[in-house]
């Protein structure tokens, strides 16, 4: 399985910026498709957004359609969400995840094989 490291949270103000990174090892990203997801205390992981492999396709909640951006640069092994004009209930550690390419679905955790330990984003109003 491919090894996922996110780096990139931080305290932020409401309308701020933050951009998360995921860094693969141990195998290449190039074949899995890449999602995000988020849990907010007492709250289940959800889906933030995905990106497929090769790149050219990406997907996103409701929530975050519009703020969010995620992209990807195989070579370099990792995978990056751009988040903007967060808001306070955009607060929650965030996960990057890989499942390998067309299979199962975007929105569920079990489909993804591969997890990073998380990185927490605090958004203040």
């Known amino acids: 399985q491919v090894q996922l490291v996110e780096s990139g949270g931080g305290l932020v103000q409401a309308g701020g910026s933050l951009r998360l990174s995921c860094a693969a090892s141990?195998?290449?990203?190039?074949?899995?498709?890449v999602g995000w997801f988020r849990q907010a205390p007492g709250k289940e992981r959800v889906f933030v957004g995905g990106?497929?492999?090769?790149?050219?396709?990406?997907y996103y909640a409701d929530s975050v359609k519009g703020r969010f951006t995620i992209s990807r640069d195989n070579a370099q092994n990792s995978a990056d969400l751009q988040m903007n004009s967060l808001k306070p209930e955009d607060t929650a550690v965030y996960y990057c995840?890989?499942?390998?390419?067309?299979?199962?679905?975007?929105?569920?955790?079990?489909?993804?094989?591969?997890w990073g330990q998380g990185t927490q984003v605090t958004v203040s109003s």
């Open positions: 995840a890989a499942k390998w390419f067309n299979t199962g679905s975007w929105y569920r955790v079990a489909d993804f094989g591969s």
């Open positions: 141990a195998r290449t990203l190039s074949r899995y498709d």
């Open positions: 990106i497929s492999w090769n790149g050219r396709n990406t």
